[in-house]
């Protein structure tokens, strides 16, 4: 076992022994490569580097109660990952080269994995880029698919106790017939400048409206954000709003505890109408939200200062699923069997 002071771990890049690789030429992907380098020798004109051919993807391991190791869900990554090359005209991932990579990925990196109880899990962060070269706008030839983990906490430092986000109405994050919808670089680059001032602010994370008409409220950062009011998990629903895989569990898992679940568009009006508000996603799993900051107009949504009733529910049943402690009734997790 590691010497690492696994319930201290940020959510960050930590380095372990091994990655896995693969390349995509003449339309066909080659076999699995190991490497202990953190390094990639890519071509100056790629088009990773020139056009934005880059997509990604995030998912964990979890060390259970049983000492089993549970992948969560892996075939919608897979299934989002291809979603967002087909988006940018990449090369796509099959199923079994992306279980592989990832299966081999977490395997040879055992030791990092994170004892149950602790808080932490290890992030499996799945890449796939244009290493082939191009100049004038065009799609690569060739394409890498790279796949490296890292031991982490949670992604806010708060945990599962409230957080304070910023509403934001002078920037986008994406545009409304652009690549909001699927997991590339470009949207998370539009977003650094301001959540960068919302952390100088004070807030950790920023929420942002729709891009046309600054009515309806978008993403919550780097997570989709819900409400929860009268029995009704809502959420919003946009061709901007990238699908998170953590938040569609979510929706289910609400209705088994008797909830109706709405994915509707949400006026930043209603804001105001909620018992319970959060971000959700792999990375944070649930962030409860304690207050919301209208930047512009300073109107200031407040939630209260302890995680809600619903929500708690929800964030230790979708962990429980997660590491074995509850029942897998709908068949998310799969078992990386002997380690």
């Not at 599962?160 to 590339?184: C, Q, W």
């Not at 942002?208 to 993403?219: G, M, T």
């Amino acid at each position: 076992m590691e010497n690492i002071d696994w319930k201290s771990l940020p959510f960050g890049y930590y380095p372990t022994d091994y990655n896995v690789r693969c390349y995509n030429k003449n339309g066909q992907w080659g076999a699995l490569e190991i490497s202990s380098s953190e390094y990639i020798s890519i071509h100056m004109a790629a088009t990773a580097l020139h056009y934005g051919q880059e997509a990604f993807e995030g998912l964990k391991a979890y060390r259970g109660k049983d000492g089993k190791v549970r992948l969560f869900r892996w075939t919608d990554n897979a299934s989002r990952m291809r979603t967002s090359a087909d988006g940018i005209m990449m090369a796509k991932v099959p199923d079994e080269v992306f279980f592989a990579a990832i299966d081999k990925a977490v395997r040879m990196n055992v030791r990092f994995i994170p004892p149950y109880g602790t808080g932490s899990s290890l992030y499996i962060r799945p890449v796939l880029f244009g290493s082939g070269p191009q100049v004038g706008v065009k799609p690569a030839k060739e394409y890498m698919f790279v796949v490296f983990v890292s031991p982490v906490g949670p992604y806010f430092k708060e945990g599962f106790n409230p957080v304070s986000v910023e509403l934001v109405h002078d920037y986008d994050r994406a545009a409304p017939l652009g690549t909001g919808h699927i997991k590339v670089g470009g949207n998370y680059a539009a977003s650094l400048r301001p959540a960068d001032r919302a952390h100088a602010d004070g807030y950790s994370s920023v929420l942002f409206l729709d891009a046309k008409e600054k009515k309806y409220i978008d993403e919550a950062g780097p997570a989709n954000f819900f409400g929860i009011k009268n029995g009704t998990y809502i959420t919003p629903k946009s061709n901007t709003i990238l699908p998170s895989i953590t938040n569609k569990s979510i929706e289910i898992i609400a209705t088994d505890l008797g909830l109706k679940v709405e994915r509707r568009p949400v006026p930043m009006t209603e804001l105001e109408s909620f018992d319970e508000v959060g971000a959700c996603g792999t990375a944070a799993i649930i962030s409860p939200i304690k207050k919301i900051v209208d930047r512009e107009t300073k109107k200031v949504y407040q939630y209260g200062e302890t995680a809600g009733p619903y929500s708690t529910k929800i964030y230790k049943t979708l962990k429980g699923i997660q590491e074995g402690e509850i029942e897998d009734i709908h068949g998310w997790t799969t078992i990386l069997e002997g380690i």
